[in-house]
């Protein structure tokens, strides 16, 4: 997501995965020596705050029409944990796992506003309580060219705007990350790409959308501060710099909002964000992705596809628009 214009960068140099490479291979060879102390085991990290989920409903091969269940090898827990965008803890994909200690997520309060009945500061605790949390498991598809296939828990997005009643003048939903520069060190940083506080949005049908999911846990855990704790946007259509993390406030706009990498560079993140094998990226191809886990030797590559698999439940959001254009 580094917006450098440099002739000589290619996606590569974007994702910045060296380090993370050689983690990798290292425990993969069995050497792992000083590093194991903090390892449990199956190669999970047993850090604090890693606790099963409690009740929900498991995806199973029944909801696949709907998308909310594919059965595409899932990307281990390790590697969608310790591979990640979240540049509020560091631009670098092991950042937010290694800087998320003390991230504190309890309790939780998220600010409703804009054009809707109800509008008003909730705790997290009373917008989960009468929704039934199901697993999604969703491919996700980062615009730098990386994919993994996660297990997500939450709910649809859905449920609690129609719960706000939003007007007739809502047309738009914008979302805000939390902005704690002592809790995370990425918004201390002077030399940061982005504006503080990151902000995404969606047009209100896509909001409304089925597939649009608020998820609060994965892999039948309680999500990580570094995966969006305590609860993340995650919209398996688009480019998943939409799935905005750590969601602080939501609001009902009449325009679409301003969002935070379409404010960087417009000439390469879209407002929309689709995910599109036809619509390159000013510096990169579109066309394939490396699906995770992969390494130098294996590098898992597979092909794009329209909406990221998703045509048939959301082609018809954008009969009509031109997805070159609305990119
Ligand atoms: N607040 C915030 N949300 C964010 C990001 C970020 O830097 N800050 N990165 C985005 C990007 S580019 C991607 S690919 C996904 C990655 O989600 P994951 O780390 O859970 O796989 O989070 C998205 N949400
Ligand atoms: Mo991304």
């Not at 590569?12 to 290292?26: A, G, I, K, V, W």
């Not at 730098?144 to 705007?161: N, R």
Request: aromatic share 12%; hydrophobic share 35%; with cysteine.
């Amino acid at each position: 997501m580094l917006i450098k214009k440099a002739a000589s960068l290619t996606e590569n140099d974007t994702t910045s995965e060296s380090h993370y490479l050689n983690r990798r291979q290292f425990i993969g060879a069995g050497l792992v020596t000083g590093a194991a102390a903090t390892l449990g085991s199956g190669g999970v990290a047993a850090e604090d705050g890693i606790k099963p989920f409690g009740q929900y409903q498991k995806s199973t091969a029944q909801f696949a029409n709907s998308g909310f269940y594919t059965r595409e090898t899932q990307t281990p827990f390790d590697d969608a944990t310790h591979y990640n965008n979240f540049y509020e803890f560091g631009t670098g994909k092991t950042d937010p796992a290694r800087y998320q200690s003390k991230f504190v997520s309890t309790p939780w309060s998220i600010t409703v506003d804009g054009h809707c009945q109800k509008p008003g500061r909730y705790h997290l605790e009373d917008l989960m309580k009468p929704r039934n949390m199901e697993e999604r498991i969703y491919r996700l598809r980062c615009v730098e060219a990386w994919s993994m296939v996660i297990p997500w828990i939450g709910f649809s997005l859905g449920g609690l705007l129609s719960q706000m009643e939003p007007t007739s003048k809502a047309k738009y939903v914008a979302f805000t990350t939390l902005q704690d520069p002592q809790q995370m060190p990425g918004q201390r940083s002077s030399s940061s790409f982005v504006d503080w506080p990151y902000i995404e949005g969606l047009r209100m049908d896509e909001a409304m959308h089925p597939l649009t999911l608020m998820a609060v846990g994965l892999y039948g855990r309680e999500i990580l501060p570094q995966n969006g704790a305590p609860i993340r946007l995650v919209v398996p259509w688009k480019y998943g710099f939409k799935s905005i993390k750590s969601i602080v406030r939501i609001s009902f706009v009449e325009e679409m909002p301003a969002t935070t990498w379409n404010k960087a560079a417009p000439d390469e993140y879209g407002f929309y964000a689709n995910v599109n094998p036809d619509v390159s990226h000013p510096r990169w191809s579109q066309s394939s992705e490396r699906r995770l886990p992969s390494s130098l030797f294996s590098p898992n590559r597979i092909e794009t596809t329209l909406f990221n698999g998703y045509a048939e439940q959301v082609a018809s959001l954008y009969r009509g628009m031109n997805l070159a254009k609305q990119y």
